[in-house]
């Protein structure tokens, strides 16, 4: 896959981006120039979030960027996204892969050189790694520090994308591991302005 996709990766929460909708969050992280939204909600049920996640892929489609939905393949494929996001205690990648089959796109969450090397076999096409720095939106995040993510990046041929507690003043050190962009989730959503933080950190991205 194209490492550009993964440049700002924007997670959309109903929680921390309220009173904004999560189509709201979307927009206007598109419109800052975030190039993947992923939908993470284990609140709604199948059909509530296959109808949310059709409309935010067309929404992507419209900017050119591209839509992943955690978790849920079922729902991924359901309403033509563009990939899936799958955890360590998801469906196995192997097992995804056989249900949909390239272009479709298949991400792991991933925190050691190992679970990399397992994830390359399986068939990733790109990976998520952290948390890279202390989170508040996830709980029971295990934090890898940047020498971790570093490790991981220069094992793998794949994609990264950085997760966890990326702020406007670590994307500098983020990207100098070699990732293909980061993944954010309150330094973006949260905000008084998300485009605005969406072009923030879309600029620091950019490599000399």
């Given amino acids: 896959m194209d490492p550009k996709i993964l440049t700002l990766y924007v997670i959309p929460d109903r929680r921390l981006g309220a009173p904004r909708s999560i189509l709201e969050q979307t927009s206007a992280a598109l419109e800052g120039g975030a190039t993947a939204i992923q939908l993470r909600d284990k609140e709604l049920t199948a059909r509530e979030l296959t109808d949310l996640a059709s409309r935010m892929t ?24 563009d990939g899936c996001h799958l ?54 995040a295990s934090v890898i520090g940047i020498e971790g993510l570093r490790a991981v990046v220069e094992f793998t041929s794949l994609p990264v994308v950085a997760i966890g507690g990326i702020g406007l003043s670590s994307v500098r050190e983020v990207m100098a591991t070699g990732a293909s962009g980061v993944a954010v989730v309150s330094a973006v959503v949260e905000t008084p302005d998300p485009t605005v933080s969406a072009v923030e950190f879309l600029k620091l991205t950019k490599k000399p």
């Fill in 58 to 81: 067309e929404m992507c489609r419209k900017k050119g960027a591209k839509l992943f939905v955690n978790d849920r393949l079922d729902v991924a494929l359901a309403a033509g996204a």
């Fill in 87 to 140: 955890g360590q205690s998801d469906l196995p990648l192997a097992a995804a892969r056989k249900l949909a089959p390239r272009p479709f796109l298949l991400g792991r969450s991933t925190r050691t050189v190992e679970q990399a090397r397992i994830a390359l076999e399986e068939g990733a096409d790109y990976l998520g790694v952290g948390a890279v720095y202390p989170t508040g939106t996830k709980d029971d």
